[in-house]
């Protein structure tokens, strides 16, 4: 109990909010480096992965880019990246120490589940309604912009809500090098065996977590053409197609 006591202690304090290395400023480092992440993951795995769902081949490539996504652990990944000579620790602007080398670890990990989504979101649009599409005149580009696009959205909508909730949560792995972020709070407490602190900081992040879930399911339900059918998809990845 002496632990839950230290751990309310620690919330409840205003001076562990505030100032240099306070809550507040790591809370914002955190959002910062995962936004900037999901960012750079849906500049580089969403147009390609539409496109592919668009020509409907290219399903071997996309698996293959989500399942390396997911057999390398970011952690691994980020120790690999620090001890190269490029990026390294070198310090970057408001991301601070061996911020490149968090941002690509966070950006590779956010990219299997948008790249899984968006491929079956636009290869699995029912093949009559494109058919009625292009028989009504329209033109690729139409077809992709006014039907496909607009069918897809929900079940993309679901690979960037799952992707911004695991990269919130993973992104305290940048204090593993002295980075920015929450996690800085969780590795002092637990180093110092301060494990009320540890265990404050772990709060933080979990709380944020479902407020990030709680808005992007807000914007995956604003994204679906029909409201009021539910999505299958709101809380997991699309399954994975079969491809030849």
Do not use: C
Request: hydrophobic share 55%; glycine share 12%.
């Amino acid at each position: 109990m002496r632990v839950f006591r230290d751990t309310w202690a620690y919330l409840s304090d205003p001076a562990s909010w505030t100032g240099n290395g306070g809550i507040l400023e790591l809370l914002v480092q955190q959002l910062l480096l995962t936004a900037t992440a999901l960012g750079l993951a849906l500049a580089l795995g969403l147009p390609l992965a539409l496109w592919l769902g668009h020509l409907g081949r290219g399903g071997f490539l996309a698996i293959n880019i989500s399942n390396v996504g997911r057999a390398v652990p970011t952690f691994a990944l980020l120790a690999l990246l620090v001890t190269a000579d490029w990026p390294g620790i070198s310090t970057i602007g408001p991301y601070g120490r061996g911020g490149i080398a968090t941002l690509l670890a966070l950006t590779l990990f956010a990219l299997p589940p948008i790249i899984t989504n968006a491929y079956v979101a636009v290869r699995e649009v029912a093949p009559d309604v494109k058919e009625a599409a292009t028989g009504m005149g329209m033109t690729p580009w139409q077809l992709f912009g006014r039907v496909e696009l607009p069918l897809a959205l929900p079940l993309v909508a679901a690979g960037v809500r799952l992707a911004l909730v695991q990269v919130w949560a993973t992104a305290t792995i940048a204090a593993m090098v002295a980075g920015p972020g929450l996690g800085r709070i969780i590795t002092d407490g637990f180093a110092n065996s301060d494990y009320g602190k540890g265990i404050a900081g772990a709060v933080v992040v979990a709380v944020v977590a479902m407020v990030l879930e709680g808005l992007a399911a807000l914007a995956q339900r604003a994204a679906d053409p029909v409201p009021h059918t539910a999505s299958s998809t709101a809380h997991t990845e699309a399954p994975l197609p079969t491809t030849t």
